[in-house]
């Protein structure tokens, strides 16, 4: 048994049954939970940060329009399914957890205290699905105009622009797209708050950098000691920033980074730095 099967074990014994609802199998092999609406945030918090060999990583936050579905194989009754992904790089095992909701616009709390990074991934959910994430600093859609009408994902959506309605800028969708235009400083941080948030932010990279062993460099990455730590000094001030954020779609920012004359090695270092923070 995996150590990933394995901890499907741990986490019945020790969040129960009415947390851990039900097992699902898949076909890519990936342990698959259905997990409590009410639990999500504590099994995660444990996954991150308490259980043996963590799931440091978000790799993935989405949502699926479950209302059409006809064969349910076992899975909970749902409208709507909320999924997360998550990755232990000391496993090298991943992990899929899912929450079942009922209704026409659910919602679910927010993880954005946990992972930082799952601030955009729940703003496209709720711009794609209209599922709300209770605790969200900053629920608002990400991809779609404010004026847009309706939530393109959901099953009732057009499919195609030809079956939409004609479009027009009415006066009021033109004053929206104008207000959405118009800078306003009071809702961007202050240099002198960016400044202070980099300033920690140097400090949790050299305080990663300085606690990784000379071992682990040479398993993960292939690198001298020397080698290691003098690429990882160099490419703090490309990951400083993306830290507390995280990446949205790896392949563009790994391409972003290929033209900035990274190598491959130094983009798996990258993301491993990031994505553990």
């Known amino acids: 048994m995996n150590e990933a099967l394995s901890l499907v074990t741990l986490l019945k014994s020790r969040f129960g049954d009415m947390a851990v609802l039900a097992e699902q199998h898949t076909i890519d092999g990936t342990p698959t939970l259905w997990i409590s609406r009410e639990s999500i945030k504590k099994i995660l918090t444990y996954l991150k940060h308490e259980v043996e060999k963590p799931y440091k990583m978000l790799y993935d936050l989405c ?5 059409k579905r006809t064969q349910r194989n076992g899975q909970p009754v749902a409208d709507f399914t909320v999924v997360y992904h998550l990755t232990s790089f000391e496993r090298n095992e ?10 026409e616009y659910p919602s679910v709390p927010s993880i954005t205290g946990i992972w930082p990074s799952a601030n955009w991934y729940e703003r496209e959910v709720y711009d794609m699905f209209g599922i709300s994430f209770d605790g969200h ?3 608002r859609r990400i991809l779609m105009p404010r004026s847009w009408n309706g939530y393109p994902l959901r099953k009732e959506h057009p499919a195609r622009a ?4 004609p479009f027009t800028l009415d006066d009021q969708m ?8 118009r800078f306003k400083p009071e809702d961007f941080p202050t240099f002198e ?3 202070a948030r980099w300033a920690e932010e140097e400090k949790l990279l050299m305080a990663f950098v300085e606690g990784l062993t000379d071992e682990r460099l040479n398993e993960r990455f292939g690198y001298t000691s020397t080698e290691g730590r003098s690429h990882e000094r160099i490419l703090w001030q490309t990951m400083a920033h993306l830290i507390n954020h995280g990446t949205q779609h790896k392949t563009e920012t790994a391409a972003m980074l290929t033209n900035f004359g990274h190598s491959p090695g130094d983009i798996d270092l990258i993301w491993y730095i990031i994505e553990t923070q």
Do not use: F, M, Y
């Not at 949502?63 to 209302?67: H, K, T, Y």
């Not at 033109?174 to 235009?181: E, G, K, P, S, V």
């Open 63 to 67: 949502g699926i329009d479950e209302r």
């Open 162 to 165: 030809t079956e939409l309605e």
């Open 193 to 195: 708050s960016l400044r």
């Open 174 to 181: 033109r004053q929206i797209a104008d207000d959405d235009l």
């Open 137 to 139: 600093p900053n629920l």
């Open 94 to 103: 991943d992990i899929r957890l899912k929450i079942a909701l009922t209704g």
